[in-house]
């Protein structure tokens, strides 16, 4: 990422790449990217939260959409009819061990996997990210954003892409949970990035 990014920009996925860890995600995806965006001090990131995508909002919803994945095979008529609630139970669990508990419970019952998914994971992520000896994979929104952030430097005859070329890049992806969580937080990505660009403008 290095040579695509200017200074300032890289500090968004190495913020990114700390998030996930801590979130306890085996996997750097769009949605670290844009919860690193929300909490550094640059201007792209304060248009978003000026809009109401705030680190607090962003990270509640990457814990909600991950963390769901550990109740995804089972069938919630079926244990509501021997009066099990599985939200109750969801609840019971993040209030015991925190918000993250359920996320990376999910995580841990992936790793439970064959061998063979998780070879096919790694290959469709295409690369990944290490820092410290920590290799995460790529996960869906990363390349996607990196690609956008390019095309809009190269738009703008930048020769590496700054912070508001990748926050575009990441707004504008179209796969993994950037897209759920901005139509959560009711925050269209055009015109988060019709905002992005003015704020820009008016900076220049």
Same mark, same amino acid.
């Given at each position: *990422?290095?040579?695509?990014?200017? /200074?300032?920009? *890289?500090? %968004? ?5 700390? @998030? ?5 995600? $085996?996997?750097?995806?769009? =949605? ?5 965006? !929300?909490? %550094? ?5 304060? !248009?978003?939260? $000026? ?31 021997? +009066? %099990?609630?599985?939200?109750?139970? /969801?609840?019971?669990? =993040? ?14 019952? +992936? /790793? ?6 998780? &070879? ?22 990363? &390349? ?7 095309? =809009? ?9 700054? &912070? ?10 179209? $796969?993994?949970? &950037?897209?759920? %969580? @901005? ?8 015109? @988060? ?12």
């Amino acid at each position: *990422m290095a040579e695509r990014l200017t /200074r300032e920009a *890289m500090a %968004i996925p190495m913020l990114a790449f700390e @998030l996930a860890i801590r979130l306890g995600h $085996e996997y750097l995806g769009g =949605e670290h990217l844009l919860l690193a965006l !929300v909490s %550094i001090d640059q201007p792209a990131g304060a !248009v978003l939260r $000026e809009r109401g995508v705030t680190p607090e909002r962003v990270e509640a919803e990457i814990i909600s959409l991950s963390g769901a994945r550990l109740f995804d095979d089972l069938d919630r008529d079926a244990l509501a009819a021997i +009066g %099990i609630d599985v939200g109750a139970v /969801r609840a019971s669990v =993040e209030a015991r061990f925190g918000p993250a508990a359920v996320s990376q419970a999910a995580q841990a019952a +992936g /790793r439970g996997r064959s061998g063979a998914s998780r &070879v096919l994971d790694n290959v469709r992520r295409r690369s990944g990210a290490q820092r410290d000896g920590v290799f995460l994979p790529h996960g869906p929104g990363t &390349v996607q954003s990196l690609e956008n952030a390019c095309h =809009e430097a190269r738009a703008g005859n930048a020769p590496r892409a700054g &912070v508001e070329h990748l926050a575009l890049g990441i707004l504008a992806v179209s $796969e993994g949970l &950037v897209p759920v %969580i @901005l139509s959560a937080l009711g925050a269209p990505a055009p015109a @988060l990035r019709t905002a992005i660009q003015d704020r820009c403008r008016q900076a220049c």
